[in-house]
């Protein structure tokens, strides 16, 4: 799994014929680039029918310069207004609230409540959060501990409203905590016609391979940079028809261009994987749920009365080689565009 050196080094020179094709306002040749093609088939090999959404999604795509451009095919993320979605349980005890675009999930732990992620702001915490618990039989006078995956707007924004609601301690990565006065998501949001947003003050601070225990439930924090400088990539027990089950959630999703961050969100990968197959994880979930196939898993219903979000250890191998593959096709593009002299290495 893990390799020392990356492939897209070696192949770098043999992008120079090529890059005389790829223009840059030209996607397709850099989409034709060898080790491009190579990284993105196999992806899709990987994938097969069942994950060919993660392999054909935003993730094996190039990565765009700035969030509006790299998410302007989902729908609801350039809406303020975006109305709520129809709340799940995705397993006995955890449940979906939010939009399509962005939502949190609200783990029930019999000792309270832990929320990850806040949505954008008060609004939305009084008009889809909190109408969202009602509806699954949650109080948010429970709510123990509020979990912020990173520092964009679409995750911390409603925090701070919560806080002051419910005295729920808001924990995040400490490298987080300390990007967030220069998080990028915050200048877009606000030109983007949200309503102001609160930043949260500075409460619980997370550290890599922290647990957190309430309940009949643990939450694992694996510290995975890459999307931010302090993604957090919680390994959860949630309950299934009575039984523990461990599944995982990635918590940062798109990828960036230069090869800084790309390099750590691979190392960040790389590490996850492995303290997810230890874990023995057999789900994969997200906050940006559609990303990660979460609606339509939910959709299916279940199978033989399997859950439809248990997707095996094998399924988590191979989304893991899925993103894998996705991030060396785009390590591959950034070799390209720098050796072409066509980008920098800015975000
Ligand atoms: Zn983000």
Known sequence: MKRTCHPALFLAPLFLPWLAMAEEDDPGALEALPAVAFHVQQARDIAG???RFLADGLLCRPAANTIPEAIRTVPGFLVPDAPGIEPFAAFDNLYYIGM???????????????????????????????????EMGLDPNDLKYLVITHAHVDHYGGAQYLKEQYGVPIMMSVADWDALSDDISYPWFVRTGYPPVVQPERDVEVEDGDVLRLGNASVT???????TPGTLSPIIEVQDQGETRTVAMWGGQALHEDLAT????HNSLHKFWSLGRERGVEGLISTHAWFVGNFEQHARGRVDGRNPLLIGQDGFERMMGIYDTCI?????RSHAKLSSGAAGAAD
């Open 262 to 265: 790309l390099s750590q969100m």
């Open 49 to 51: 029918d069942d994950f």
């Open 328 to 332: 060396d096709a785009q390590f591959a």
């Open 221 to 227: 924090f694996v510290l995975t940079p890459g999307h």
């Open 100 to 134: 399509y675009a962005w939502g949190t999930f609200v783990l029930d732990t019999g000792e309270g409540l832990i929320l990850f992620d806040s949505l954008t702001n008060e609004g939305q915490v009084n008009e889809i959060l909190l109408p969202g618990m009602a």
